[in-house]
């Protein structure tokens, strides 16, 4: 079965620009979630979508929003961007609590 | 941080070595789950161990947790240069934190031919 798919695979943006970010989850799971991959602070969960409801939030500005919709798909905005935004953003989607399958990323540089 | 320490940072050895990996987490979990990344790509998921085990076993993977300690070791036996990859340790802390993986800093482990 096809796994989750992230789109675009990469992207530059110029800072004060905004961004949305595409996530395809396997199909059958309804959890979407989203974290973000710098250098710097690692792996930092982002939020987390079930049935079109956002049920988890990690600490992240208000700049960063996310939706799921009926389908399960989901995507990701950042507004008004800066620098320190430039990072792997990898979402994974799961049908329970036995472990998680992860996109191949959105390689985000803001410049 | 909430974030979870591993260690060695890095390691490197020659193919058919074994490499251990050890992990140490801060909170109460319901699993812990190890994930591959290869060259900033996105993370393969491949084992997880739920808080009332001990020890498990996929192929040449054995992990192994100690909740007492909080700690966790992943050893890769008979490594293979397409072992060679950053691996991850992330726990989930199961009740409301629905979604939330905690990641550690990761591992970089170098597999010689």
């Known amino acids: 079965k096809a796994g989750v798919t992230q789109t675009p695979r990469y992207l530059i943006k110029t800072r004060g620009q905004q961004v949305t970010l595409s996530c395809s989850p396997i199909?059958?799971?309804?959890?979407v979630s989203w974290y973000q991959q710098t250098p710097g602070q690692g792996l930092q969960f982002l939020f987390e979508?079930?049935?079109?409801?956002?049920?988890n939030k990690g600490n992240f500005p208000g700049r960063f929003s996310g939706r799921q919709f009926s389908n399960s798909r989901s995507e990701m905005n950042v507004s008004t961007l800066e620098l320190g935004d430039s990072a792997l953003y990898l979402c994974a989607s799961s049908w329970g609590t036995d472990g998680y399958t992860f996109g191949s990323g959105t390689r985000l540089t803001v410049v | 941080s909430q974030q979870g320490e591993e260690d060695p940072q890095a390691l490197s050895i020659q193919e058919g070595e074994n490499a251990t990996m050890n992990c140490s987490y801060k909170?109460?979990?319901?699993?812990l789950q190890w994930y591959r990344q290869n060259s900033g790509r996105g993370l393969v998921h491949l084992i997880l161990?739920?808080?009332?085990?001990r020890e498990k076993h996929s192929g040449r993977l054995r992990v192994t947790l100690d909740t007492s300690k909080k700690s966790s070791s992943l050893l890769i036996t008979a490594s293979r240069a397409a072992d060679t990859a950053s691996y991850f340790c992330?726990?989930?802390?199961?009740?409301?934190?629905?979604?939330?993986?905690?990641f550690g800093q990761g591992t970089t482990l170098q597999v010689k031919p």
């Open positions: 161990i739920r808080s009332n085990e």
């Open positions: 979508y079930f049935s079109e409801t956002q049920r």
């Open positions: 199909s059958g799971h309804r959890s």
């Open positions: 909170t109460s979990i319901n699993n």
């Open positions: 992330a726990t989930d802390p199961g009740s409301s934190n629905t979604g939330k993986l905690i």
